[in-house]
């Protein structure tokens, strides 16, 4: 085995390539990564090294062979198949390595988040729903170090931006996000889909999961004439009909 193949070859389901395929199967069952759409990538906890899915690859027929692997330090690329290009959301991916320190990145191109940014201006935002508590707030619990996630009682925020004629020309208005959202785990792109990270790929996948029942249930709510961050006892005022 070449040592390419061995940074991808590993009887551990839990090994990076072969989580991303699991991955990009099931998000295409979910209708989250059709047409080739969307992308994973996960950053070895071990070696630190970020795993990439390629561009052009049918999500539900992902292999091992197909993934790109980067030096977390150099950025070069210790792994690239010749038959494929690299996603062009890679830049974005490597941005939230940086500069959010994330563990792992998902991004599809949800028909919830789609229609959320048809809906919404420049913010998403739904307060007072039980699964909000599965996302965090940003703040740390200075006594157990440990993230504190939004309660019931909280609104959640996640920042919208313009779609770009190239996923990476994104990177200007992703970089502002952080800037202006610091506590987000999510970024919203207007008619295309959502990027989600988290500190590891099993956090990242119940944010982006969470994230997306929110997102569903919000367009729910505006079709009823009921506002996805109104009060709680305030959604009778709203609710369209007799
Ligand atoms: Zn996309």
Redesign the pocket.
């Given at each position: 085995m070449s040592s390419e193949d061995t940074l991808i070859h590993s009887d551990d389901p839990r090994h990076p390539a072969n989580l991303i395929c699991t991955l990009c199967k099931q998000f295409f069952y979910n209708n989250w990564c059709t047409g080739t759409?969307?992308?994973i990538s996960i950053k070895d906890p071990e070696t630190s090294h970020y795993y990439l899915a390629p561009s052009g690859v049918q999500k539900e027929q992902m292999r091992p062979e197909d993934l790109f692997v980067m030096d977390a330090q150099t950025l070069d690329y210790l792994r690239a198949p010749k038959l494929y290009k690299p996603s062009?959301?890679t830049p974005l991916f490597v941005a939230c390595y940086q500069k959010k320190d994330a563990g792992a990145i998902i991004?599809t191109?949800s028909q919830n988040a789609v229609v959320c940014s048809l809906i919404f201006g420049d913010e998403f935002r739904i307060a007072n729903i039980e699964q909000i508590k599965a996302i965090p707030s940003g703040k740390v619990d200075p006594v157990t170090m440990k993230p504190i996630a939004l309660s019931f009682f909280d609104t959640l925020r996640i920042p919208i931006i313009e779609n770009m004629a190239h996923?990476d020309e994104l990177i200007d208005d992703l970089h502002k996000t952080f800037i202006d959202y610091p506590n987000t785990c999510a970024v919203i792109?207007r008619r295309?889909?959502i990027f989600v990270w988290g500190p590891a790929i099993d956090k990242a996948k119940i944010f982006n999961e969470a994230i997306d029942y929110l997102m569903e249930l919000a367009i729910k709510m505006h079709k009823l004439g009921i506002p996805p961050d109104c009060g709680i006892g305030e959604e009778k005022k709203h609710l369209a009909g007799p």
């Open positions: 759409g969307g992308g062009a959301c991004h191109h996923e792109v295309h889909g």
